[in-house]
């Protein structure tokens, strides 16, 4: 059987995973007013599978969320310019209510993206291990990556509260950085946007610009020595303003069925 969709950004308006006491339920993100079949996509499946499935009360994406599944979630500013009805306390309620967000961490989007999404500069590859993404703001500065300013400032002040920030267990994130290739033709290249799945790291690589790509290779490796990393080609997908993470959506393993 087959569900209708009308968009391939799977993560955006797929369901989140939820667990309470080794049983699966779903949080049903609130997507775009003009893709209803996208939308409604969570609430067909939960009934597919016999789950639950809770409908947040705003507007959010899941290219927009990472949780390090003990009570710290981080997304961008997006969410408050998209929910101009709601106070930040009430989203940040929302979050902790519906997905046990006990702290919630704002970053800065890329200036110039147009998701806003903090997945396209920002992934954690452990839960103290922050994956950050790295712009060179001057040809004469250190590091590699792409040449601009703005957002090699954005991704500093970024960084700067990520350091800021204290975990349940009372330790500080350690970061990593990633090189962030060119955007000058509007594409907003990233090797931040991979798929982490039962062991293996999926990493959209780009034909068209490839530069950088041995030591965004080399940093995942550095940052999950016991994964398997593996290459994929998303040169013609970023030109749509995603990548690998964008398009998937996991599934958790609890139990299948209803709460009771």
Known sequence: EQLPVQSLWMRDYGPLSIEA????????????????????????LAKKWGLNNFRMPFDFEGGNFISDGDGTCYLTTTVF???????KAQIRSYLDRYLGCSQSVFLEPLYGEGTGHIDMFAKLASRQTMVIGEYRASDSAPGV??????????????????ESVILKDGSRLTIQRIPMPSHSD???????????????????????????????????ETAMPTWQHIA????????????????????????RAPLQ
């Not at 990556?145 to 990520?162: S, T």
């Not at 798929?195 to 995942?220: C, F, H, K, M």
């Open 145 to 162: 990556g792409a040449v601009d300013p703005v957002n090699a400032a954005i991704l500093e002040q970024n960084i700067a509260q990520l």
């Open 81 to 87: 310019e998209r929910n101009p009805s709601s106070t």
């Open 186 to 220: 509007g594409h907003f290249r990233t090797y931040v946007n991979t798929q982490l799945i039962n062991g293996v790291n999926l990493i959209p690589v780009y034909s068209d610009d490839d530069r950088y790509e041995a030591n965004a290779l080399a940093a995942w």
């Open 232 to 255: 994929v080609d998303a040169t013609e997908l970023i030109t749509w303003a995603g990548a690998i993470h964008c398009i998937l959506m996991e599934v958790g393993s609890g139990e």
């Open 21 to 44: 006491d080794g049983i699966l339920s779903f949080v049903d993100l609130r997507y775009y007013p003009g893709r209803l079949y996208d939308d409604a996509f969570p609430e067909l």
